[in-house]
């Protein structure tokens, strides 16, 4: 794809920019597994992921025989918080078995990874203006379940990007919306503007929609963890996803791809043992994505399987970190402890391993970026000894900053 950025501006909600967008965060993430049992052990269980909604790719249609042995072949729509969902689990052969496209990659478990922008014109003229730089687009429209308005493209490695909109929310009931409103769907983009959601669900509600006929998920564990006064199921809550972590197989083209063209940041560059890693920030946050070459995978340990590094989830303290990783070593969780050096900006974290072994990074804190767009020097950052885990730690200036949880913890 052509670097896009030329000297041109655009007007962006009345800020001129050099994209007709501007990417504010990663937004929710998916990963396709082989077992989907394990897989919903894991993210539902173990991790506290809820289930807010499941697809049937089928459309209840009966199982063809194609992927008549494969198990499982729903796909489940998970969140941590309001959002409709932030976390998307597949049956990775089915949807093989089940591409048309020619989309799908035997070790690109990533289902989708997916940037959020601030408006419906932000994602039209988003995917307009990809489309003319040759970027390698393959849908455009409005999903269900969640609603939220979207343009898809594929990287140079075939990872699956979205842009979207206006994600659904879910209120104190923890119901979703009822499948009678999924006829609001779109394969293409409206003429703008659009009526809004409000109007959408007071049209539904006076043909006769009842709002508690949508997905309401039940919890699988005992509360029974004292989580800061609050009882969870876990010792811990999942307070922010991301980053996201990646093998590619040439690096160029991918920091051309994230940078230039989907206006990612550069924060910091590391070589580790001869190897050149970037990481880049959409936002405040040190790193929202790495990128890491194939040849590293091996090197430390991770899945041969899968161009997934890993995939990040924040809790909300540094006391439920350490819970954390006690507690999914007592149900069976191989963990993992990689180098500080491949993740600079967090300084506390281990990774899990999942039923399919793709790595789940956790940690407590991430490096802010201020204003003048510059990272803390590798000198002035916690110094952090392997598999040295203290009681306590003394206060950063920005500990416990960045993005914050909204509305309770369960």
Known sequence: MATQVSGKTYDVGGVLMERPFKI??????????????KGKRFYRDLLGFRIVDVRDPLGGKPKPDAIKDFGDHQGYFFRYQSDHHAFVLY?????????????WRKDVTVNQITWQV????????????????????????????????????????????????????????????????????????????HRSEYAEVNDAIAKGMDPRTGYRH???????????????????????????????????????FYRDTLGFTVTEEVT???????????????????????ELRKEIGLSEHTKLASFGVQVANYRQLREAR?????????IKELPNELYPGIDYSFFAIDGDGQAIQFYYYMEQIGWDGKARPASQRR????????????????????????????
């Open 218 to 256: 039940s919890e699988t564990l005992p509360e029974t963890y004292d989580a800061q006064g609050i009882l969870l199921a876990r010792p811990f809550k999942i307070t922010r996803i991301g980053p996201v972590r990646l093998f590619v197989t040439d690096m160029a083209a991918s920091l051309k």
């Open 383 to 410: 110094a952090v000894k392997p598999g040295v885990w203290p009681e306590t730690l003394e206060a950063l200036s920005d500990s416990y900053t960045g993005e914050t949880l909204l509305g309770p913890w369960n």
């Open 272 to 294: 580790y043992k001869g190897h050149r890693c970037v990481f880049l920030r959409v936002n405040t946050e040190h790193h929202s994505m790495a990128l890491y070459p194939i």
């Open 91 to 103: 049956n990775h052969n089915v949807r093989g078995a089940m591409d048309r496209l020619g989309r």
């Open 326 to 334: 006690d507690f999914l070593k007592q149900n069976g969780v191989e």
């Open 118 to 193: 601030q408006s419906l014109q932000e994602v039209v003229e988003a995917n307009q203006w990809l489309t003319d730089g040759g970027g390698n687009m393959v849908r455009r429209g409005r999903d269900m379940p969640g609603s939220n308005w979207h343009t898809y493209l594929m990287d140079p490695d075939w990872f699956q990007n979205e842009l979207y909109y206006g994600i659904e929310q879910i209120g104190w009931d923890g119901y979703s919306k009822p499948h009678s409103m999924h006829d609001g769907e779109y394969h293409e983009f409206p003429t703008l503007p």
């Open 24 to 37: 504010r965060r990663l937004g929710h993430f998916g990963i396709n597994v082989v077992d989907m049992e």
